[in-house]
């Protein structure tokens, strides 16, 4: 247990600003292995804007509400997530070649691709959120954040890290850990997913599948494999596909 409790605090140190003990000792291994916490971090990300929504929208509207626990994610993340979307977008957008869409990737500026990306899937998530019934909000966010990190552990287990050099922070991440590590990360992706409805799981899980799938082929023809950016940007796209897809539940009464 005290190992396992060692893996879920590299996973929160790595993953988002919540402070740790300082005699954690830090290893790539560890970090590698601490991917089968990336849901469990969902919960706790998730859990965080949920908690935040549901205080705030006893005193403000919705809509604000709504927008607030959103930047409450981001901060308890440092905009991991988004930061790795931006440079996604820049790379793969302005970038034509291999070399190009990683040097791009690499550089810390963001660009007008990144800027129009963020704007996008920002303001995707929080239409999306603020047009459900306001009861499920928290639930979905619960939800959304941790099947959405599930994803990027299939592309771990599939694909290939495409960096040639060492210098990436998500290095120690490029490489798949054991078959239980996998098996974990699932299990904490989608036991909140079990208080909704069924008839949603039967749409999100096959599209969620399918989008990663595409996603990594994607990245495999255009630079070889994946970086740590495109686990984010992965990230980012099925938690807005979650959304999405719960919201297309409320024109049929089930939500």
Known sequence: MKKQFRLLLTAIMFYTRIPVPATLEYSPERLNRATRYFPLIGWIVGGVGAGVFYGLSLILPLQ????????????LTGAFHEDGFADFCDGFGGGYTRE???????DSRIGTYGSVGLVGILGT??????SMPAYIIP?????AHAFSRLMPVFIIFTSWYSRDDESSKSKPI???GKNSDLIIAIFFALIP???????????VIPLALLVTYRFKKYNERKIGGYTGDCLGA???IIEVLFYLCLLGL???GLL
């Open 64 to 75: 604000v509400s709504v927008f607030l626990s959103m930047l409450a994610t981001i901060f």
């Open 125 to 130: 998530k929080f239409l999306a959120l603020q």
């Open 234 to 236: 992965l990230q980012q």
């Open 250 to 252: 409320v024109p049929f």
């Open 100 to 106: 190009k869409i990683l040097t791009i990737m690499k």
């Open 174 to 176: 490029g490489k798949k």
């Open 139 to 143: 639930l979905a966010m619960i939800s």
């Open 193 to 203: 997913m079990a208080f909704l409805p069924w008839q949603f799981m039967a749409v």
